[in-house]
Each structure stands twice: as structure tokens, then as C-alpha cells.
């Protein structure tokens, strides 16, 4: 079992950067592959990016270039780096854990979610 504790949203002016975290608690994390989704009011929820063991990462195509992803296996957590937001990047972003080495769907373990508002 992995229980995931995201941490970092708030509200930020467009342009500017916002890093979220995730904590895992859980055995055999460096084995999970972690995903970023997000879901704004009124929308389905949709992939962010993902990293695997390896930590090679995979992005969506509205955030490529703007948004990394990084994790950091000796203490639990995952972090997404979040520069040149937009207003449309605002949502609830949730992290997420799957055992395997792809990025698809389904994913097995989530978190509670943090909020990202940009705008001025």
C-alpha cells in the first residue's frame, strides 16, 4: 500500500513558478512510476507527466517545456517544477504511483490533490 501527500499549490501570477511535492510512504517507491494529473473546475481530469524508475519523464504537449518533473528515491517524493504558468494552468493537481515502467493509465495509488490558481 502507498498513501501519496501532495503539498506546494497556491496562487500564483501568470508568468510565474510554483514547485509541488509529492510524499510517498510505502515500500518499493523506486520501483513505482509517478504521475502528475490535473483537473479544472468543470473539466475531466488530464495527464500532466509522468517519470519511471529510470527517471525518464513524459510530458503532455501543453506543458512540455514548461514543466519538469523529478524524484528523489532515498526520501519518497516526487516534484513537479512548474515555470511560465498560464491562468489555464489552473486546477487541482494530483500525484499518482502505478507499479511498471509506462506512463498509461490506470495508475494504482492517489493523493488528495493540492490547488494551483494563476492569475493576476
Known amino acids: 500500500q502507498v498513501q501519496l501527500v501532495e503539498s506546494g499549490g497556491g496562487l500564483v501570477q501568470p508568468g510565474g513558478s510554483l514547485r509541488l511535492s509529492c510524499a510517498a510512504s510505502g515500500r518499493s517507491f523506486s520501483e513505482y512510476t509517478m504521475g502528475w494529473f490535473r483537473q479544472a473546475p468543470g473539466k475531466e481530469r488530464e495527464f500532466v507527466g509522468a517519470?519511471?524508475?529510470?527517471?525518464?519523464?513524459y510530458y503532455a504537449t501543453s506543458v512540455k517545456g514548461r514543466f519538469t518533473i523529478s524524484r528523489d528515491n532515498a526520501k519518497n517524493m516526487v516534484y513537479l517544477q512548474m515555470n511560465s504558468l498560464k491562468p489555464e494552468d489552473t486546477a487541482v493537481y494530483y500525484c499518482?504511483?502505478?507499479?511498471?515502467?509506462?506512463?498509461?493509465?490506470?495508475?494504482?495509488?492517489w493523493g488528495q490533490g493540492t490547488q494551483v490558481t494563476v492569475s493576476s
Open positions: 517519470i519511471n524508475w529510470f527517471s525518464t519523464t
Open positions: 499518482a504511483g502505478k507499479r511498471g515502467g509506462t506512463y498509461d493509465p490506470p495508475y494504482d495509488y
